[in-house]
């Protein structure tokens, strides 16, 4: 609690200066973090690549070294480009996360908050002007329409409206002409749309924020928790499914998405603001401020999309450490962490290790194992496990149906009397070409390649392309480098 006004204001003042966003403002390098971080984030480019974003500030510094910024020893920092970064990544400008299993950075709350204070203030003049105070005017009696309980005052103020709205449709059906609006009027008030909608990134930003703030502190609930398995998935499940409710700007964010949410709306505000730009009134803006007029459109989709993105992501986050939590186990391993801290501090008690801090403490390397030999699969059974019986032979095995035979195995043999007879040296490919029809089936194929490969196999440069048939009439096309086999003639000593 604070005595005086002054100090409360002082209080609230160094709570201010303490947020990264000021910190940014007045940091020692302040110029040249608002501008690479301008550069580097744009509206069509929210997130970027960590590679990219090392390399294009890289890019940023050598510039400006090269043109003789760097005299000044607050005017540059030092280091390289990545320690940069990573800098401003645990000062809280920059958030790394993952977007499509590739790591990119996107610019935090605060950090855009700076950047739309730094270009507000750059960026021409501020007045009051008759489009500013018309803005606060109706939002002043929007929000006592809103606050009104009584019906009899709102019936009386919606009547007023319509008979203002009445006048002004027979004012333009009699004259049949609209009064033009000067075009320093209708500059002023599109100086007050840009004013508004610098602040709309930052406000997205803040809501995305908010979600990854609660989902961390219900993963780090849920860890800590030791209540029965079902309580805690149904009240995290529930946490996950309406994490959009759980934050105050979640609330708000809900509420405006009621306005912008509806892809219609979006479009009709993006051919507005075309329309607009395309007005002669505009050339009395300068080109940043017409490219920023017709970009608002892609400021409120792109701020609505990061938004769900987060509520997407903390949903799934939440809800895959909700399934895969154990409370059981968690406390079996805090116990066996505990049992093992107690342990240690039970030896390092001890007169021997008191008395020989650096005695040698040797590890256990491995579990030991237990040598129970072989389990027999019956207690009444005590022979021993003996082998199975011999496979009786090829000769003797009678097929059931002749076509069974058909889809068995290569035929070796018939595969082997055909290659005894094809002399000294053949071609694999035109060997099966040429093949008898009942072997010419895949599978001979690799029989035929098995008995090859017994020679001496010489590889080709061209691909070899045969065509095998099954037995039910059906047919196969494999292509394979050609190879040329010459069989190891057997000698007298053989």
Partial sequence: MTDTRAEAAYVRSLAAFRTPTLDLLHGRYAPFVVAALSVVFTVDRPV????????????????????????????????????????????????????????????????????????????????????????????????????EADPERRLERLRAERDALDAEIARLSADGSADPVDDEQLLEEAENVLHLARELPADFSRVAESIKAMQRDVVADLRRDVRPTGEVLREYLQRGQHVMHATPEGRA???????????????????????????????????????????????????????????????HVITGQVRTHDPVRDRQV??????????????????????????????????????????RQS??????????????????????????????????????????????????????????????????????LEIAHRSELIEGDGVSVVEARRPDGTTRRFAFGSVTARPVKETADD
Avoid: K
């Fill in 334 to 375: 805090d116990d066996l962490l505990r049992d093992v801290m107690a342990g240690l501090q039970a030896w390092t008690a001890t007169a021997a290790g008191a008395s020989s801090a650096d005695a040698a403490v040797h590890p256990l390397r491995s579990l030991p194992t237990a040598d129970i030999g072989h389990l």
């Fill in 48 to 147: 970027v690549a960590v590679a990219d974003a090392h390399a294009e500030v890289g890019e940023i510094l050598d510039e400006l070294r090269a043109a003789g910024y760097d005299d000044d020893d607050r005017a540059l920092p030092a280091g390289t480009a990545r320690e940069i970064c990573r800098s401003w990544v645990r000062v809280g400008w920059l958030v790394p996360q993952i977007d499509d299993d590739v790591e990119v950075y996107r610019l935090t709350a605060h950090a855009v908050g700076a950047l739309e204070i730094t270009g507000r203030t750059g960026g021409g003049r501020t007045r009051v002007s008759t489009s500013r105070v018309r803005t606060l005017l109706e939002a002043v009696d929007r929000l006592a329409a809103d606050a």
């Fill in 253 to 315: 964010f809900a509420g405006a998405l009621r306005l912008i949410g509806d892809p219609e709306r979006i479009d009709d505000l993006t051919e507005q603001l075309r329309t607009l730009v395309a007005q002669p009134f505009t050339r009395l803006m300068d080109a940043a401020q017409r490219e920023e007029l017709d970009a608002i459109g892609r400021r409120v989709e792109l701020g609505v999309q990061e938004v769900l993105t987060a509520q997407r992501r903390a949903s």
């Fill in 379 to 448: 207690v009444g059974d005590i022979r021993p496990a003996g082998a199975p019986a011999a496979l009786a032979p090829a000769d003797d095995v009678e097929f059931v149906d002749a076509d069974t035979r058909a889809w068995g195995g290569p035929r070796y043999a018939e595969l082997e009397a055909y290659v005894a007879g094809l002399g000294d040296e053949f071609d694999l490919g035109d060997a099966f070409e040429n093949a008898p029809g009942d072997a010419r089936r895949p599978v001979d194929l690799l029989g035929l």
